[in-house]
């Protein structure tokens, strides 16, 4: 028989987003607050990212990522919030029932809120469609990081890293020390997909060539990589003059996250075609009454602290127990836009609204557009698609009619790394 569990707020996720949002609920006093975490351990993906670069937002320190986790970890045993590690979430139920296993067996939590803190997950070698034969070799960087920084395990000994983002960045460094010959990093866009520090850092310091423009063109290789043949590439991704061949036995995939969105599909929460995940308000309620989502299940964040501060602010709003209004106003990424949470504004007093550049841009302008015109606006002098521009809702007056909003992000075109 499972066992069958009233409770106020289940958080499903023991990452930081979901550790915060336990957190915060059991602050603004809800009781009966389970947090549902799969793994042995809380933190999330933070206990593989063992380099330093995280809090410095939140605690004005660098802190590494199992010290950043360890932060969250120390709070929540102060307060009675249940913890069940080793708890696997099966199905979310539109009427918020929550069923998880664990060694004890099947659970069926009966939620008045059921907050969604799953994360994301990696894009795969079939998501981009890698051509070239299939053999032993090929990783995505995070499960790299989890063979190196947890388990003991070099992946090989000279590598070819596909894909600027942070993780692919981050791991070009750490090969590097442990030492693995990094060959290069190849990224298909012209610009980088990374925080610039990560390339300053893992790169620049470390003499590890970025070919912007380029990509894998062939894989070769019967049992293990052998090689991969790489090539520059025209906007489109279309091979363009010379090609040629890298040798090495490994190729890490860092070529983008994706929200980990099958739980909401189950329960019907309405999900955003441009960032993968469930359309939230500024507290990071869903659409669907009694329900929340955060951190990088709602899009990819850059930065913890950013996971961390959205997940703070559920509690206050399941706290203040108001009832689920309609939005007033509707935001849709437009000219310049890549994607955007929060998508929906409910009363736009606070909280942040966070943008991702479609592509870089000098002398940038972000425009929120009402009925034609624009009633806000932020300008800075750079944005780059691997950092999202964070605007603060509380400087914002908004419009007396309601409806949509247009975000619209221009500037003069540019494509330089600095
Ligand atoms: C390689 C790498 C390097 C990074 N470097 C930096 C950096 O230098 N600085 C920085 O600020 N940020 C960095 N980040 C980003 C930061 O780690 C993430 O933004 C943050 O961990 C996201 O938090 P989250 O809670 O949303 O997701 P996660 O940390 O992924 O947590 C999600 C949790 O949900 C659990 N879960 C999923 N499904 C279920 C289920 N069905 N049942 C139960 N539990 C479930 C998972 O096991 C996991 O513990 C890095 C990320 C990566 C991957």
Known sequence: MPRSVDAEVVVIGGGPAGMAAALSAWEWGARRVFLLERNPHLGGILNQCIHPGFGLRLFGEELTGPEYAERYI????????????????????????????????????????????????????????????????????GCAQYLVNIEGYLPGKRAVILGSGDIGLIMARRLTLEGVRVEAVVEILPTLSGLLRNYV??????????????????????????????????????????KRLLPCDTLLLSVGLVPESELLKKSQIPL?????????????????????????VVGVFDLVDYVTESALRIGRRIGENEGHTPPRFILSPREGVATLFPQRIRRGKDGFLYVRPKEGLRKARLSLIH????????TFPL???????????????????????QVVLRGEKHVDLL
């Open 74 to 141: 120390e709070a929540l045993e102060k307060t009675r919030v249940e913890v069940l590690t080793d708890t696997t979430v099966l199905e979310v139920g539109g009427d918020r029932h929550v069923v998880a296993v664990n060694r004890e067996g099947v659970w069926i939590f009966r939620a008045r809120t059921v907050v969604f803190a799953v994360g994301c997950r990696e894009r795969t070698r079939g998501m981009i469609r890698l051509p070239g034969t299939r053999p032993a070799g090929i990783f995505t960087a």
């Open 383 to 405: 944005c780059r698609p691997g950092e999202m521009v964070r605007l603060d809702l509380a400087q914002v007056s908004w419009p007396e009619e309601e409806g949509e909003v």
């Open 201 to 242: 850092q893992c790169l620049l310091d470390f003499r590890i060539p970025l070919l912007l423009s380029h990509t894998v063109l062939e894989v070769l290789g019967k049992e293990r990589v052998e090689g991969v043949v790489v090539g520059r590439v025209d906007e489109k991704g279309n091979p363009v003059g010379e």
């Open 371 to 378: 009925n034609g015109k624009e009633f806000h606006s932020l």
């Open 272 to 296: 955003c075609p441009s960032s993968g995940g469930p359309f939230v308000d500024e507290d990071f309620a869903c659409d669907v009454p009694g329900f929340f989502a955060c951190g990088n």
